[in-house]
């Protein structure tokens, strides 16, 4: 019974871990040919002219004469695709695209990831900091829908208390003070955005998803 448990348990997350969906927009055949961003950074690599796909939030939008640029701070990103919000950053890397950029669709702090290939470095300046920006030639982008986090939390007193027993919390004993617990609510937004980018006067030719705010996760 045990074996049998333990080779179902086994079996169900090769499934689930072959099923990650990476969105079209930014999907390669080959992961591995996929350059880091903390490689560039690090100075390991050059990476001129080679695939990669960063993801961060978006900084600034600046449309010149000939292109566009958006600056990104980078997040690193999970199987998806995603940048993770809550690790720590690597630095900054900005974004070239032929067409035109609509700062109010490209929002300052939306989180968004780009696939494209390695140009030449840009110099800029943070403040009054020179800074040396690596730049991606996008072809592509998948700009993730917004999330809001809600903490609930719900108390429950000893049973020393005249109130043991009363709360929202789940039934846990415990002899001394109040226990406290804590659930995490994640509320998905409903815009999200993505597509190709190249054309003369528009970046994309991608199509706006829009559904109603929902729950998507709960932890506790």
Not at 115 to 121: I, K, Q, R, S
Not at 187 to 195: A, D, F, L, P, Y
């Amino acid at each position: 019974m045990h074996s049998f448990l333990k080779t179902s348990i086994v079996a169900l997350a090769m499934l689930v871990g072959g099923c990650v969906i990476v969105p079209e927009q930014i999907k390669v055949s080959d992961e591995e040919s996929l350059i880091s961003f903390e490689s560039i950074i690090n100075g390991s690599k050059t990476g001129q002219g080679e695939k990669a796909r960063w993801g961060g939030e978006i900084v600034s939008v600046e449309n010149k004469k000939e292109y566009s640029e958006i600056e990104i701070l980078q997040y690193p990103s999970n199987q998806y695709g995603k940048p993770r919000a809550n690790l720590d950053s690597a630095g900054r890397f900005k974004v070239r695209v032929s067409g035109f950029i609509d700062p109010l669709v490209f929002e300052k702090g939306r989180l968004i990831t780009f696939l494209g290939e390695l140009g030449d470095p840009a110099e800029g300046i943070i403040g009054e900091q020179a800074y040396i920006y690596p730049v991606l030639l996008a072809n592509g982008y998948y700009m993730w829908k917004e999330t809001e986090e809600y903490q609930v939390s719900g108390f429950y007193y000893s049973q020393l208390s005249p109130y043991w027993g009363m709360g929202l919390s789940r039934n846990y004993w415990r002899p001394y003070g109040f226990y406290q617990n804590r659930s995490v609510i994640r509320v998905q937004k409903n815009r999200s955005k993505s597509g190709t980018t190249g054309s003369k006067n528009r970046v994309s030719s991608g199509r706006s998803n829009s559904s109603e705010n929902k729950v998507i996760e709960q932890s506790k």
